[in-house]
């Protein structure tokens, strides 16, 4: 029975490897069409050249590490930081751009030579499920950048204007965030583009709570927060492609952004004069921008850290807070998103997750529902703020409230559902009466 129920896992980690692997390449054809490297060019290209981030390698590197003991991850520390002393070194001496992560990218791959040659059985298989997570956390990254590339080559209008004017159902909130980062100064920009650009660390740090007795129990948990990011990331810019969508800095900023297109904005408007309320149109916008607003990714991605951290200790939990905070600050403060977008990001990321722990515990109709609702919530919110966007600015104490109570349903309904999941513990026995002694 137990070889019977491996068999049919094996057949469908196969299938997906094979699948995973032809997305890469048909990725990677397509970024040549456009005269640019793909994800697997440049994944293969930092195994020698300078890395686009060396935190995220490392990050990756501790997300296989779980799976080592500790002797074997102080080796493996060691190595990495000795090979990007000597990359650093040698860049250094020819004066070549600076950038650690090389020894990561190394101790990883190495890591997957030692287990197909030198382990067998439960320790192969799970030292390469680790290595699979690591290089999935990091090719996500590139394959990303090629996804963005073609929404902005493939999708010649932008639908700015549409989410733009259902953005005043929230009161704006890009413009108003804006004046707020802008008011902070150097600083508060700053801590926030970090924690921006380092969100794909945060998950890891998160991640490595949840695995952290992957080494001991020599398996990993059924459900863990790379799961859900990594999806996301997957299914995410598929959305971009139906609704493409710049952003607030792009489409209503100037040349004191410096974002490089400001030939293509309306008008300078952003972030001190709300745009105005008129009937909106799709927009030409330039090859290069990415089209990468709706749903807000990092917005989703935020939520689902937070969502996460909810079962670590008190300094995880407030770490969770904090990003997430600070991320949807960034968001809208750099003008890279409008409010809706923020709205759809968290709804998709509670639906996401919703689906995977369902997947994970086997499916039943308290997760069907669930997932339902939530992939209609967001359906109805892409819909309206396509095809409602007027009245949604000429009644904003109506459709702002809605939005906002839409968004709520699908958190309460994921917090209620997830309550029922866990397990509850069962009562001790009561003690049996004993007989008296006469």
């Given at each position: 029975m137990f070889v019977a129920w491996r068999q049919p896992r094996a057949m469908l980690w196969t299938a997906a490897s094979v699948v995973a692997l032809g997305f890469l390449v048909a990725l990677e054809i397509t970024a040549r069409h456009y005269g640019v490297?793909?994800?697997?060019?440049?994944?293969?290209?930092?195994?020698?050249?300078?890395?686009?981030s060396g935190p995220l390698l490392y990050a990756g590197m501790a997300l296989m590490m779980v799976a080592l003991t500790w002797r074997q991850r102080f080796i493996a520390l060691g190595v990495a930081a000795g090979i990007d002393?000597?990359?650093?070194?040698?860049?250094?001496?020819?004066?070549?751009?600076?950038?650690?992560?090389?020894?990561?990218?190394?101790?990883?791959?190495g890591c997957a030579v030692i287990a197909v040659t030198r382990r067998t059985g439960q320790e192969r298989v799970l030292l390469l499920k680790g290595v699979g997570l690591s290089l999935l956390l990091v090719a996500g990254r590139k394959t990303g950048?090629?996804?963005?590339?073609?929404?902005?080559k493939t999708r010649p209008?932008?639908?700015?204007?549409?989410v733009a004017t259902a953005d005043h159902a929230l009161g704006n909130p890009s413009w108003l965030a804006g004046r707020v980062v802008s008011s902070t100064g150097s600083v508060g920009a700053h801590v926030l583009d970090y924690v921006y650009i380092q969100l794909a660390v945060a998950a890891v740090i998160v991640a490595l709570y949840q695995l952290r007795n992957v080494a001991s129990e020599r398996r990993f948990p059924a459900h863990h927060l790379v799961r859900t990011f990594l999806v996301i990331g997957l299914v995410g810019p598929a959305i971009y492609m139906i609704f493409p969508v710049v952003g607030p800095i792009f489409t209503y900023g100037?040349?004191?952004?410096?974002?490089?297109?400001?030939h293509w904005a309306l008008a300078n408007l952003w972030p001190h004069t709300p745009p105005p309320i008129a009937t909106p149109h799709a927009i030409p916008f330039d090859e290069i921008t990415p089209r990468n607003c709706m749903p807000s990714l990092h917005t989703a991605w935020a939520t689902t850290i937070f969502i996460h951290s909810r079962k670590g200790p008190r300094l995880l939990r407030y770490?969770?807070?904090?990003?997430?905070?600070?991320?949807?600050?960034?968001?809208?403060?750099f003008g890279y998103h409008y409010g809706v977008d923020l709205i759809a990001g968290?709804?998709?990321a509670f639906t996401i997750d919703a689906a995977l722990r369902s997947l994970a515990r086997g499916w039943d109709r308290a997760g069907i529902q669930l997932v339902a609702y939530g992939t209609t919530v967001f359906a109805l919110l892409l819909v309206s703020y396509r095809y409602l966007p007027m009245q949604m600015a000429t009644y904003p104490w109506v459709f702002g409230p809605l939005l906002i109570l839409a968004m709520i349903s699908v958190i309460h309904g994921f917090v209620r559902t997830t309550k029922l999941w866990e397990p509850k513990a069962a009562p001790s026995p009561k003690p049996e009466p004993q007989p008296e002694m006469v």
């Open positions: 490297a793909g994800p697997i060019t440049n994944q293969a290209q930092e195994v020698i050249f300078a890395p686009k002393i000597v990359f650093f070194l040698v860049r250094w001496a020819v004066d070549a751009k600076m950038m650690f992560g090389n020894g990561a990218l190394w101790v990883i791959l950048d090629t996804w963005l590339l073609i929404t902005s209008t932008v639908l700015d204007q549409y100037t040349g004191a952004f410096g974002t490089g297109g400001e770490a969770g807070v904090f990003w997430l905070i600070a991320t949807l600050s960034a968001t809208l403060g968290v709804v998709f």
